[in-house]
């Protein structure tokens, strides 16, 4: 278990893709940091780490990176 802070990200089309998460997350400051960091193995989905940066998140999904944690919600649940 993380303990740091959790992020909520509401989820206006069903998804959101990766790399678009770690951003709008404050995760990654920019795509191309985003991109590194997927690509490195830093990211978990699920528990599992990703390197694909177009994977699509949908609502319940968990976004795991350098201690953070990222909840995927529907739109109108989060913040």
């Known amino acids: 278990m993380l303990s740091c802070m959790e ?3 509401p989820v206006r089309d069903g998804y959101i893709r990766l790399s ?3 951003k709008l997350g404050g995760l990654a400051a920019t795509g ?3 991109k590194i960091l997927i690509q490195e193995g830093e990211v978990r989905v699920d528990g599992v ?3 694909e940066r177009g994977r699509k998140l949908r609502p319940g ?3 795991e990176c ?3 944690r990222l909840l995927i919600l529907p739109q109108g649940d989060g913040q």
């Open 7 to 9: 992020y909520r990200l």
């Open 20 to 22: 678009d998460a770690l």
């Open 66 to 68: 350098r201690g953070h």
């Open 32 to 34: 191309g940091l985003a």
């Open 49 to 51: 780490v990703v390197t």
């Open 61 to 63: 999904m968990c976004v």
